[in-house]
């Protein structure tokens, strides 16, 4: 195998990238200072459900988009668009059934959640179209925009002390830039010369739609599962310190994906050597570090007084939530691997794997009459989660 330093793209995305975190750093402070935990919890049930409606109606499309790097841009934009939005209206019945479980009012919630999704899921495609484009602008924007917008609006709505959705509001004007950035795409491949066909790379995206879809969907159901089995269970509160809290060690493993994996099969670049100053398993294990040394962050906050006292509930889920996203940045780290030696299929059907058992975790307080309280339950999901993350990661580290 070749010798592969960090690319010149992935150095790009991966400096947006962490602009767009310092960004959302900022953003869930203002959340912790200028809003309650019940409003935050809110948010977060509204924002999870559009993100479910969004991710299932996508279907992994951006990711095929980068996997099959060898279709043309504008009919990769194209067909990415009109199947999505046509999932996203079949999809319609299932969002109102997440709606009308989680028990908050079906107006003005599905306005906010429809708006929520479609802007959110052009932002998505936008992210992984212009990694294919030749203008570093584009791919440093799209990342930044959209979250700096997000924050402006949610500082500029709490300073008023306005009665609006000042957090939903603020959401969905972030993702409307991100958004935008589809239309200069949009029009300028809109006269594209087909290319001539060439035949099919050994990198490509070979699954068929059903697997793509029931990845998609597992992956979405658990995501959303959580935010609506713990505001059940445990109420708004604790849905917002462990959202709160999850919004933030979460992003690292989003970095790893977005600023390393993605790149890499955008670029279709070879796998890196042992010797290559970055390779997967040294990204994985400095990835890890970054969550646990944001975790101890976060409580010396607790410990300094540095938050509001409301706040102080976070402090149950630190453990728990840093292993989890720990390992999930293992993962991150190798999981352009599957897509690189045709195992794309045998990826998804680990991951639904996984999915599953996780799922069974979460939902046993619903089955059983168990005793847990809130950090036990979290503490069990996340070992689960972790168990489970390091085994596909070994998985995937030995592929080649």
């Excluded at 959640?113 to 479609?118: E, F, G, R, S, W």
């Excluded at 959401?171 to 809109?190: C, E, R």
């Excluded at 066909?197 to 739609?209: L, N, V």
């Excluded at 597992?218 to 462990?242: F, I, K, N, S």
Aim: hydrophobic residues 55%; charged residues 10%; aromatic residues 10%.
């Amino acid at each position: 195998m070749k010798r592969l330093n960090l690319p010149h793209a992935s150095a790009i995305v991966a400096l947006a990238s962490l602009m767009a975190f310092g960004t959302q750093v900022v953003f869930a402070l203002l959340m912790l200072h200028l809003f309650s935990p019940t409003e935050v919890g809110e948010f977060s049930l509204l924002s999870q459900i559009g993100f479910f409606w969004m991710t299932l109606a996508l279907a992994q499309a951006p990711l095929r988009l980068l996997a099959n790097a060898h279709i043309s841009l504008g009919a990769s934009l194209r067909e990415a668009v009109h199947t999505s939005l046509q999932r996203g209206l079949c999809l319609l019945p299932l969002t109102l059934l997440a709606l009308w479980f989680s028990d908050v009012p079906l107006w003005p919630a599905i306005l906010w959640i429809t708006l929520l999704a479609l802007f959110q899921m052009g932002w998505m495609l936008a992210q992984s179209l212009t990694l294919r484009t030749t203008n570093p602008w584009h791919k440093a924007l799209v990342r930044v925009l959209p979250p700096l917008t997000a924050a402006s609006a949610a500082w500029v709505g709490a300073t008023l002390q306005s009665t609006a959705p000042t957090l939903v509001l603020s959401a969905i004007g972030g993702y409307l830039v991100g958004a935008g950035f589809l239309v200069p795409l949009w029009v300028t491949t809109s006269d594209e010369t087909p290319p001539t066909p060439i035949p099919e790379p050994a990198q490509a995206d070979k699954r068929s739609t059903g697997l793509r879809l029931m990845h998609t969907l597992t992956d979405a159901l658990l995501a959303t599962a959580l935010m609506v089995v713990w505001q059940r269970l445990y109420g708004a509160q604790e849905t917002g310190w462990m959202s709160a809290l999850l919004r933030v060690l979460g992003f690292v493993p989003a970095l790893v994906h977005m600023a390393w994996a993605q790149v890499l099969l955008a670029e279709r670049a070879a796998t890196p050597s042992r010797s290559s100053p970055l390779t997967p398993g040294r990204l994985a294990l400095g990835a890890f570090c970054a969550v646990a040394l944001l975790a101890f962050f976060c409580a010396m906050a607790l410990q300094q007084h540095w938050l509001d006292a409301r706040w102080r509930g976070i402090g149950s889920y630190l453990v728990a939530l840093a292993l989890w996203q720990g390992c999930a940045c293992l993962s991150a780290a190798f999981s352009h691997r599957p897509f690189q030696t045709g195992r794309a299929a045998h990826y998804s059907w680990a991951c639904i794997t996984l999915t599953a058992t996780q799922a069974s975790v979460l939902l046993a307080p619903l089955a059983w009459d168990t005793s847990w309280s809130a950090s036990h339950h979290m503490l069990a999901y996340a070992l689960t989660s972790a168990v489970g993350l390091i085994g596909l990661t070994s998985w995937m580290a030995r592929l080649r």
